[in-house]
């Protein structure tokens, strides 16, 4: 199982355990990808990480439907910064048709290098409606969907893979039914959470699970679940054998954790453990970034939910927090900002914790009616929504 860990002593060098990532022609210097999340991996935030390390940063997931009907807000959300040189974005999808043509929407109007299906997400409004978490369950349907994807994309050649949970409980499992489907319809990965959808964020990610996957396909396969620290990553690619790693929530409010992540890959354990000065130089680079990309009103909205991550722990007041979330100018964030003891040390009580959303696992998993009767479902066809937004 995995979960928080003890950190090495900082500058302990470690053995190199990965010198990069290879998904079909994309070589990524380092083998890891930040998770997409719904209203926080914008081009700003996406920008933000990449200046602190090397790795794959994708665009908040899209959804296939509402980009082939040219959606307002779904074309609104694929904005790269000028700085981006691979463009990589995760698509989610339950129609094979809908999601063939938006992959090659994606190749051919928007230059992307690498696409990723959204298979992991465990919110109930998508899985009610077999999206997400719940689809992998029918087998027929999900080939036919990465049958589709694999199929567009490959003439631009642009890697496609996908990413997944273990299954819908542990009474249900699907990951390596849908591991051996991802191989078999040309993939070039397969990311897993080691977390059921029942699960949700709750509890501790089974890293076994991600071993087990490794030993039954021959694509890459990468670990997503309780990476917190650098060494957590390293910890996880050891144990399981994983080529890389996603990490999603263990980089909110912490985008200095690539750096961290790149060291660890290159046998180097370094902790990044910024005063709090530092901290606001970052805050104010991201809000900054938002503002540039959204215009100073949206951008500073936008920024107002990255104030608690990027406080956690600190020993800032709780009218100067509120402030904070409220803060509607640069001008004001700067005063704001100033309030601030620069000199405060990294609570150091932080490392090794979860952050972000956790939640309890539910006793149940919505589904559609009658959705566990039938395994297959290569004929099944699920109405696919414009606007979902999702994570897994």
């Given at each position: 199982m995995g979960g928080a860990h003890a950190l090495p002593d900082n500058g302990e060098v470690l053995a190199p355990v990965r010198e990069g990532l290879t998904l079909g022609n994309l070589r990524v210097e380092t083998p890891v990808v930040l998770a997409p999340m719904a209203g926080v991996t914008n081009a700003a935030f996406r920008r933000l990480c990449a200046e602190h390390g090397a790795g794959l940063y994708v665009c908040e997931?899209?959804?296939?439907?509402?980009?082939?009907?040219?959606?307002?807000?779904?074309?609104?959300?694929?904005?790269?910064?000028?700085?981006?040189?691979?463009?990589?974005?995760?698509?989610?999808?339950?129609?094979?048709?809908?999601?063939?043509?938006?992959?090659?929407?994606?190749?051919?109007?928007?230059?992307?290098?690498?696409?990723?299906?959204?298979?992991?997400?465990?919110?109930?409004?998508?899985?009610?409606?077999?999206?997400?978490?719940?689809?992998?369950?029918?087998?027929?349907?999900?080939?036919?969907?990465?049958?589709?994807?694999?199929?567009?994309?490959?003439?631009?050649?642009?890697?496609?893979?996908?990413?997944?949970?273990?299954?819908?409980?542990?009474?249900?499992?699907?990951?390596?039914?849908?591991?051996?489907?991802?191989?078999?319809?040309?993939?070039?990965?397969?990311?897993?959470?080691?977390?059921?959808?029942?699960?949700?964020?709750?509890?501790?990610?089974d890293w076994d699970a991600i071993a087990q996957l490794v030993e039954h396909v021959d694509i890459p396969v990468l670990g997503n679940g309780d990476i917190w620290e650098a060494a957590d990553a390293v910890r996880m690619v050891e144990r399981t054998g994983a080529a890389g790693v996603v990490v999603g929530r263990g980089c909110l409010g912490r985008p200095w954790l690539f750096r961290d992540l790149a060291a660890a890959f290159a046998g180097q354990a370094e902790t990044t453990l910024p005063t709090l000065g530092e901290v606001t130089v970052m805050m104010r680079r991201h809000a900054e970034l938002l503002c540039d990309h959204m215009g100073e009103e949206r951008g500073c909205k936008e920024f107002r939910k990255h104030v608690t991550w990027y406080l956690k722990g600190f020993r800032a007041g709780g009218e100067l927090r509120r402030s904070l979330g409220l803060v509607d100018t640069l001008a004001t964030l700067d005063r704001l900002l100033g309030e601030l003891d620069p000199s405060e040390p990294y609570p150091v009580a932080e490392l090794g914790a979860p952050r972000g959303r956790q939640g309890s696992p539910r006793n149940r998993v919505v589904l559609p009616e009658g959705w566990l009767d039938d395994a297959d479902g290569s004929g099944c066809s699920i109405h696919e929504a414009v606007d979902e937004t999702t994570g897994g």
């Amino acid at each position: 199982m995995g979960g928080a860990h003890a950190l090495p002593d900082n500058g302990e060098v470690l053995a190199p355990v990965r010198e990069g990532l290879t998904l079909g022609n994309l070589r990524v210097e380092t083998p890891v990808v930040l998770a997409p999340m719904a209203g926080v991996t914008n081009a700003a935030f996406r920008r933000l990480c990449a200046e602190h390390g090397a790795g794959l940063y994708v665009c908040e997931m899209i959804t296939s439907r509402g980009l082939v009907e040219g959606d307002e807000t779904t074309r609104r959300m694929l904005v790269f910064d000028d700085a981006e040189r691979v463009r990589s974005v995760q698509l989610y999808g339950t129609d094979p048709t809908y999601v063939g043509k938006a992959a090659q929407i994606l190749c051919e109007e928007y230059g992307v290098a690498h696409i990723d299906l959204n298979f992991g997400c465990p919110v109930p409004k998508v899985t009610r409606k077999g999206g997400g978490g719940a689809l992998p369950w029918k087998r027929g349907l999900l080939a036919r969907i990465l049958e589709e994807a694999v199929a567009a994309a490959t003439p631009y050649d642009v890697p496609v893979t996908m990413k997944t949970r273990k299954g819908l409980d542990e009474d249900h499992l699907t990951y390596l039914d849908a591991g051996r489907i991802a191989q078999e319809t040309g993939c070039a990965a397969i990311a897993l959470h080691g977390r059921t959808v029942a699960q949700a964020y709750s509890g501790l990610a089974d890293w076994d699970a991600i071993a087990q996957l490794v030993e039954h396909v021959d694509i890459p396969v990468l670990g997503n679940g309780d990476i917190w620290e650098a060494a957590d990553a390293v910890r996880m690619v050891e144990r399981t054998g994983a080529a890389g790693v996603v990490v999603g929530r263990g980089c909110l409010g912490r985008p200095w954790l690539f750096r961290d992540l790149a060291a660890a890959f290159a046998g180097q354990a370094e902790t990044t453990l910024p005063t709090l000065g530092e901290v606001t130089v970052m805050m104010r680079r991201h809000a900054e970034l938002l503002c540039d990309h959204m215009g100073e009103e949206r951008g500073c909205k936008e920024f107002r939910k990255h104030v608690t991550w990027y406080l956690k722990g600190f020993r800032a007041g709780g009218e100067l927090r509120r402030s904070l979330g409220l803060v509607d100018t640069l001008a004001t964030l700067d005063r704001l900002l100033g309030e601030l003891d620069p000199s405060e040390p990294y609570p150091v009580a932080e490392l090794g914790a979860p952050r972000g959303r956790q939640g309890s696992p539910r006793n149940r998993v919505v589904l559609p009616e009658g959705w566990l009767d039938d395994a297959d479902g290569s004929g099944c066809s699920i109405h696919e929504a414009v606007d979902e937004t999702t994570g897994g």
